[in-house]
């Protein structure tokens, strides 16, 4: 990889997040397109469910941000819930205008709503039950068209680089050292600006609705800069992953239960009502952990959602790829129960930023899953992530045009240098070391935790770390190795976090604190190494 010179603008990530902030910068910006696997090979290319905004006229804009405050247990920064449902009709027509195709009803024409756990009112707009590769499908053309746009797939960042900023005395972020994951080589790219929109941190966990790149590599990138992360213990677990030994990492989305799929035992009983007052539609932390008890009560590797009391052609009408993706393992969704487990799906926390998406480093932002906005609190509401990414990269967006010109040029960087490491034989040991990391998260850093196993979890990713470390330091870099110092960086983060928190509030549950504490707070980790902090220039 030859970078021509200077960028405007590097994009860490290309999904809906990063695709939106690249649209939406001045076309005279020379833009940098980071992306890991193929631009179709993210996260937001698998979202079925939808995006959530204000668009029937009986909803408001006030039931959604009531709804979104409920939803977060406490936790949600109001200002945040409100910048963003008052901001999501535009992004959507936005949407709309760029040539995204949200499914209409048959009868008038009109967009079709549905509804998911915590909405109080049909208000997802979706295309079947493939929103996102609609909207990311879009998003990818209107790129690959745009002259201003530079993309770099199977490219991956390993760290951030910064600099003193002597107007401000603060620290500040020119670029990225960037690998080329077929050849192996290390650039450097510099630019005014850089964006982190490389996703959340799912791959922490043994079990995931998300793809391989989900490994937390923006918020592990931020942090070792200096930057503050919060509310890292809010794990979202998708309760209904496809339970198959060769379906990996499939979702079965929400929205079936939005229309009447029922949650049942292996011997065909219903179970939610006797956990929630909302049955299947109570809001994920709840039946998801209903699903984990049941599980556990009963030794059961998984139970069922049905949805086969609907007639065949509105199942198939309304849900083709779950339908299509299930037969191909033998499950006719329309005769047959589907067996699922749940699966760590979304991280509710990540970097610290303000409602433009800037970060503690300078020229540094965060949009989409690697952020921690305060719109979710302590629990993701369905099909809010989509919206958030899209309000937040506008934000960005917006205010990058306007700085742009008064950003100085970055300083001169030396080139990577991997004159004293050597090539590897060795990858067992990141494989061992990545199947350990993600076992002990599931099992002492999951559904349910107690002080105990997540003191036990503490101890292994201490160890963990120094092992990694010495390795990262003697060998060359790969993909491999770069995902598994990411995740482990992040998974002890996720775990400093949850000791923190001495109380059980939405997505973490602790045995030990089964209860609400008084007053709900988020739990912010400071660097040693804090952006924020003035630094000692030498201007000699």
């Known amino acids: 990889m030859k970078p021509i010179d200077l960028y405007d603008v590097l994009i860490i990530g290309s999904g809906a997040a990063g695709l939106t902030v690249a649209l939406q910068l001045d076309s005279s910006l020379r833009v940098a397109l980071i992306s890991k696997a193929t631009l179709q090979g993210g996260a937001s290319w698998l979202a079925q469910g939808g995006i959530a905004a204000v668009i029937d006229k009986d909803d408001s804009a006030e039931a959604h941000i009531a709804d979104t405050l409920a939803a977060g247990a406490g936790l949600c920064h109001e200002d945040?819930?409100?910048?963003?449902?008052?901001?999501?009709?535009?992004?959507?027509?936005?949407?709309?205008?760029?040539?995204?195709?949200?499914?209409?009803?048959?009868?008038?024409?009109?967009?079709?709503?549905?509804?998911?756990?915590?909405?109080?009112?049909?208000?997802?707009?979706?295309?079947?039950?493939?929103?996102?590769?609609?909207?990311?499908?879009?998003?990818?053309?209107?790129a690959l068209a745009a002259d201003n746009i530079q993309i770099f797939e199977h490219h991956c960042a390993v760290d951030l680089v910064t600099q003193a900023d002597k107007s401000s005395?603060?620290?500040?972020?020119?670029?990225?050292?960037?690998?080329?994951?077929n050849s192996g080589d290390v650039e450097l790219l510099q630019a005014k600006s850089t964006v982190l929109a490389s996703g959340g941190a799912s791959k922490t966990y043994l079990y995931t609705s998300n793809p391989d790149g989900a490994s937390g590599d923006g918020i592990a990138m931020a942090w070792r800069r200096g930057c503050r992360v919060g509310n890292l213990e809010f794990n979202q677990f998708h309760p209904t992953c496809l339970y198959h030994p060769k379906a990996k990492s499939f979702l079965i989305t929400e929205a079936l239960r939005g229309e009447g799929a029922i949650l049942k035992l292996p011997d065909g009983t219903p179970f939610m009502q006797n956990f929630h007052g909302d049955a299947e539609l109570a809001p994920r932390d709840v039946v998801a952990r209903a699903i984990d008890h049941e599980m556990k009560r009963l030794g059961s590797d998984c139970l069922y959602l049905d949805i086969s009391h609907k007639p065949a052609e509105f199942i198939i009408e309304h849900f083709p790829t779950v339908y299509q993706r299930c037969l191909d393992f033998g499950i006719d969704i329309t005769t047959t129960a589907i067996p699922i487990v749940p699966a760590?799906?979304?991280?509710?926390?990540?970097?610290?930023?303000?409602?433009?998406?800037?970060?503690?480093?300078?020229?540094?932002?965060?949009?989409?899953?690697?952020?921690?906005?305060?719109?979710?609190?302590?629990?993701?509401?369905?099909?809010?992530?989509?919206?958030?990414?899209?309000?937040?990269?506008?934000?960005?967006?917006?205010?990058?045009?306007?700085?742009?010109?008064?950003?100085?040029?970055?300083?001169?960087?030396?080139?990577?240098?991997?004159?004293?490491?050597?090539?590897?034989?060795?990858?067992?040991?990141?494989?061992?070391?990545?199947?350990?990391?993600?076992?002990?998260?599931?099992?002492?850093?999951?559904?349910?935790r107690t002080d105990k196993r997540l003191q036990r979890a503490q101890h292994r990713i201490n160890l963990l770390q120094k092992e990694i470390q010495e390795y990262y330091s003697n060998y060359r870099v790969g993909r491999d190795l770069l995902e598994l110092r990411n995740l482990a960086t992040v998974a002890e983060l996720i775990i400093s976090c949850a000791l923190q928190r001495k109380e059980s509030r939405g997505l973490h549950y602790t045995l030990d604190y089964p209860k609400l504490a008084p007053i709900a707070k988020d739990t912010i980790l400071v660097p040693i190494n804090f952006a924020g902090q003035d630094v000692i220039i030498n201007l000699d």
């Open 344 to 448: 760590a799906h979304y991280t509710c926390g990540g970097i610290v930023v303000n409602t433009k998406g800037q970060t503690d480093l300078r020229n540094l932002y965060a949009i989409g899953e690697s952020a921690f906005t305060g719109l979710h609190g302590a629990n993701r509401m369905a099909s809010n992530s989509l919206l958030e990414c899209l309000v937040y990269a506008q934000a960005a967006a917006s205010e990058i045009n306007q700085l742009n010109n008064q950003i100085p040029q970055p300083d001169f960087v030396r080139p990577w240098d991997e004159s004293r490491v050597e090539y590897s034989d060795e990858n067992v040991v990141i494989s061992h070391n990545w199947d350990e990391l993600r076992r002990f998260m599931w099992d002492y850093v999951g559904i349910v």
């Open 80 to 142: 945040a819930v409100r910048f963003v449902v008052e901001n999501g009709p535009g992004a959507v027509h936005w949407l709309i205008e760029s040539g995204v195709d949200f499914t209409r009803d048959e009868e008038d024409a009109n967009y079709h709503l549905t509804q998911e756990g915590g909405h109080s009112h049909r208000r997802i707009l979706h295309t079947a039950d493939a929103t996102g590769k609609e909207i990311t499908g879009t998003l990818v053309e209107r």
């Open 169 to 181: 005395r603060k620290i500040r972020c020119t670029g990225a050292y960037i690998l080329d994951i």
